[in-house]
């Protein structure tokens, strides 16, 4: 019954340092591109922030103004503030603010 226990408290825990890492505010800084047709990780278009070392799916209401269905904005360098949570193998931004980045 302890081990049982124990394996529970452990799982809880685990769960909840994940929960608090995805709530952290992260800033990055990158190119809005196409999730499907520029970088080919989704099977429809969807927003996403191409950054030096990763490629961020973007989620939230920020992201409406910039994305709509197959309208394809001119990729812009922005600057995006929001959680980084991992689905499968996509790092999801869950936009709270974006930005046009200064030049």
């Not at 799916?57 to 991992?86: C, I, M, N, P």
Request: with cysteine; charged share 20%; hydrophobic share 45%.
């Amino acid at each position: 019954m302890k081990t049982v226990l124990s394996i529970i408290v452990m799982s809880a825990a685990a769960g909840a340092l994940m929960t608090a890492v995805a709530d952290e505010s992260v800033t990055v800084t990158g190119n809005l591109v196409c999730a499907h047709c520029d970088v080919g990780i989704e099977s429809k278009c969807a927003t996403a922030l191409k950054a030096t070392d990763a490629v961020y799916l973007l989620d939230g209401a920020a992201v409406e103004k910039f994305f709509e269905g197959d309208e394809h904005e001119d990729v812009r360098t922005v600057t995006a503030t929001g959680a980084v949570s991992k689905v499968g193998d996509n790092s999801v931004l869950t936009a709270t603010k974006i930005e046009a980045a200064e030049s």
